[in-house]
């Protein structure tokens, strides 16, 4: 049984890659390769770091949780709403790592970083208590879950939804089964101290007692 676990962790090393840094163009809405110029992307700007003050005394801002932090979630951008817990007194909002676009994962552990000038609202919602944080796009809404293992990441996003939909008329036993049916889930990071998972559901299928 040595053996075989000895072969198994052999199997999974990978040799290192040399470090490298790439500087990419941006010319209006486009992302242009550093090496294959005539390759170019559409720019999608988001920021990877958006929380309140924890309720502990200090966290890393790299520390994804669920104050939210360096969560790298592609949806925390311009047109959408952040919902965030206020666990001390004057919230101590916090944001920064700015990103002209990213994959899912943030793999090689830097998007396309970029400086920034962000505008943002706030509003108190005192009839609304969230135990991670959640999103809310034109056409969905979103938990997110940071934590490890990934597993765990995602449970925790799954379960904050389904509280949201229960706030939206569903029976939680209903809304598990519907998010098993239509829910989406895609990766904020898996390079930071906590990976991030987000938990969707588009709003049209969340909405259905609104319209009751």
Known sequence: MGGLQATRFTAMMNPPMEERVFKYTIVGDRIFHPRYPQLSFELEPFMGTMATAPKLEAVSTLTPFDHGGNMDVRDVKAGNTVYLPVAV?????????????????????????????????????????????????????????????????ARIAWRELI??????????????????????????????????????????????????
Not at 92 to 117: I, N, P, S
Not at 196 to 208: F, H, L, N, P, T
Request: net charge negative; aromatic share 12%.
């Open 89 to 153: 007194e004057g919230a101590y909002f916090f944001t920064g790592d700015c990103h002209a676009r990213q994959g899912d994962g943030e793999l090689c552990g830097t998007a396309v970083e970029v400086t920034a000038k962000v505008t943002l609202s706030f509003d108190i919602i005192k009839n609304m208590s969230t135990g991670w944080p959640r999103i809310e796009s034109p056409t969905h809404y979103m938990a997110v879950g940071s934590v490890r293992p990934l597993e765990d990441a």
């Open 163 to 212: 509280t949201w939909m229960a706030e939206k008329g569903w029976d939680e036993v209903h809304a598990y089964q519907m998010l098993t049916q239509v829910g989406e889930m895609s990766l904020g990071n898996m390079v930071d101290t906590n990976y991030s998972m987000v938990a969707k559901i588009e709003k049209r299928y969340a909405d259905y007692f609104k319209s009751k």
